[in-house]
């Protein structure tokens, strides 16, 4: 019987059938079909259904082993019976023996078939005695040996006998006259039961010998010390070079590694001097493990390279599998065939990862990786923690995040909880709160808000807050982001702090007394209305008479404008002013389509410009008084001249990618640059400092520092309403006067080991060039043009920037700089 998908040892079995699973680097079935020819079984049926190509490939017509063997395949499952039934015309005449080719056993065969012929029975059940009968089906029989009972998968309180049917049965033809052609029937659910009744010769016959059912990635790692055990009796096919450690023939074992028995080599592997291999270790053919790697109590499958100081504890390794230098497998990790574990990956205990994944060097997995590509480094990205819904993120990766978040702060705390529009946030928040409250944190559930809102409120003397909504551009994704006190970002320490408990699962739990409460605030808007008129500068807005487009984007700013624009004094005319649940963010492409029909009403309407909101009001996009997109970059040279023609001093916070002509902007007006990295959190904390009047980062993002230092659509919304009423200009006028840049930018795939060797190339290869080290390296010539090299931190790339006088000086700072990283990367 070998047609079983074997689903509980996923992912062991996602890629390869569970017969052909190695014990001590043999397929299980190879293991009873041994049995069967040491008991002189003369021909094999084969019963095949899942990837069965590969067990008729692997041991093809049966030569090997000296019988015959038959193929029978079932299009789909039939079922224990069914499927024996689907190969009756090779067994109906004779008595036959049913195994499992996924069970390692020992049993007396010959001895079985005796006992069955002995008693003249139809059917005879192999029985074994096990400790912990509830995961198999009890037979209960006579002194006779004659089955009184059959009882599937009981509950304790049914257990009246530890002898349980092991799935081997010796049968007469006349069975199958029992047992329906092309349905699904079992033997111990349909066709025993109706024996019974009819009376027929059905006997129990209680072996005595080794019965492991490897139906648990537990109960595998136990077969493989089993057999090193000698609790088993099988033929490994090695020597046994001293006391437990059996050899295989051609492995390279040199000397000075250290073997503890039992343990298994196989053929043709190669262990190198310093290399550790501790009890019960397995090595399939082929295996290298280099040296200072230390291996306990784990099974390596064919062909796996285990890198220089890696650590593996009773854990599998699938075929093809490379395992790179200092990486840790912890206790129970399964890595499925043809994957690669990067260098300092660190894989938490139980953590499965399916076949042709990546996980990158330095990551640190804590959950399963199945759907997606790769294991990430750390939890946090650029956007919180984010990936697929319901695939990488999961209602319970929701709650055990909170659950850590939650127990490093103080009981009691007061915390806020937000979201967007879509379905899955909905249900993630849902998770969110539980877990909280739960934690003894009480919860302020702002419910939909647009996240500067959510920012804003958690600043109001509360402990942080959660915001989780879809990911910019991809509708299939979440982001879940945690705030701090002050409702920005959580800090680079906060996030590994909360990483730490997350990895160790230490979360805190309340009594019944503490649980939270769940209390939702009433007018949240409207406050968040008013303290922006309260704090921005709106002076001659109402005199000015201005008539601006507004498009909501069908997004949480929707939720604002009502209240804002009423206040505001201008004469708005608004668009998609609604929730729209089934489009909770945009594409690049519905973002030019929707700018492109905000350009059509501006200029049909004659007002003074138009603003499009991303879908929960943090970035907001221009467009002049003449339906004219205003691109990101040349939006923030537009607002940097209008704040700093008003300010006349002060100090604008800017990325190191932003073009240099920002500062000739800014100081023809006598205000200051200061250049932060490119993160959102390195550019709002810079906005903390009083002297900071404005910031921006180049992608819609503003921030408006007397009312948050955090990326506020609706606060920059209002400004620029402010600023234009007073300069009395149009916005293509403010964009005319400032000269064009030529700035570029390319990414160049590296990996992650390779990241410090392209960043040291890069200081050797700039010499004596003024170097600006505020975020990556830039390189600045002595004409003014400049080169930006940055990694990225959360993508194996490196992106390359150019800025200089025209589009060839540019072209070629990026071919010489990717050409830098690449060379450094070889």
Known sequence: MAGGEGTRLRPMTASMPKPLLPIVNKPIME?????????????????????????????????????????????????????????????????????????????????????????????????????????????IIDDEGRVQRFLEKPTWGQVFSDTVNTGIYVMEPEVFDYVARDEVVDWSGDVFPRLLDEGQAIYGYVAEGYWEDVGTHESYLQAQADVLSGKVDVDLGAFEVSPGIWVAEGADVHPDAVLSGPMYIGDYAKVEAGAELREYTVLGSNVVVKSGAFLHRAVVHDNVFIGPQTNLRACVVGKNTDIMRAARLAEGVIVGDECVVGEEAIISAGVKIYPFKTVEAGAVVTTNVIFESRGQRTLFGPRGVSGIVNVEITPELAVRLAGAWASTLKKGSTVTTSRDVSRAARAFKRAVIAALTSSAINVVDLEVVPVPVARLETAQGRAGGVVIRTT???????DILFLDGDGADLSQAAQRKLERVFSRAEFRRAFPGEIGDLSFPPRVMEAYAL????????????????????????????????????????DALTVNNGLDESSPTESDADRRDALHRLGSLVASS????????????????????????????????????????????????????????????????????????????????????????????????????????????????????????????????????????HIMRRAVATPWAAKGAVMRAVVEEAGDRVMDTTDGVRVIEDDGSWSLILPDPSEPVTHVWAEADDDQRVQEHLDRWSDVVERADT
Not at 80 to 93: F, I, P, R, Y
Not at 95 to 120: C, Q
Not at 472 to 478: D, F, K, L, R
Not at 540 to 551: F, I, Q
Request: with cysteine; glycine share 10%.
């Open 606 to 741: 004659r007002a003074a410009f138009g603003v499009h909101f991303d879908p929960v009001g943090e970035r907001l996009s221009l467009v002049d008084e003449r339906g004219v997109v205003v691109a990101d970059e040349r939006a923030l040279l537009v607002v940097v001249d209008l704040v700093a023609a008003e300010r006349k001093k002060g100090t604008v916070a800017l990325p190191v990618t932003t073009t240099r002509l920002a500062e000739q902007v800014a100081t023809f007006h006598g205000v200051d640059i200061r250049w932060v990295g490119t993160s959102a959190a390195e550019l709002t904390s810079a906005c903390n400092d009083p002297d900071v009047v404005f910031g921006g980062d180049g992608r819609g993002g503003f921030v408006v520092p007397e009312f948050s230092t955090a990326i506020d659509g609706l606060a920059a919304f209002v400004q620029l309403v402010g600023l234009v009423a007073r300069t009395q200009m149009r916005l293509s006028e403010i964009d005319a006067r400032i000269p064009h840049s």
């Open 31 to 139: 293991h009873v079909l041994r049995l069967l020819q040491r008991h002189e079984f003369s021909e094999t049926v084969v019963t095949v259904q899942f990837l069965a190509s590969l067990v008729r490939n692997y041991f093809g017509d049966g030569e090997e082993f000296g019988m015959p063997l038959h193929y029978a395949t079932e299009a789909t499952p039939l079922g224990t019976a069914g499927s024996v039934k689907n190969a009756e015309e090779m067994l109906q005449d004779e008595t036959f023996l049913v195994i499992s080719g996924d069970a390692l056993t020992d049993f007396d065969l010959t001895d079985l078939v005796r006992f069955h012929r002995e008693k003249g029975a139809m059917v005879t059940v192999c029985l074994a005695r096990v400790p912990d009968p509830l995961e198999f089906g009890i037979t």
């Open 472 to 478: 910019p551009g991809q509708a299939e994704s979440v």
């Open 531 to 570: 303290e922006l008129l309260r704090r921005v500068d709106t002076t001659g807005v109402a005199e000015a008479s201005l008539k601006v487009v507004v498009d909501t984007g069908g997004g949480t700013a929707a939720l604002v404008l009502p209240s804002l624009l009423g206040r505001l004094g201008v």
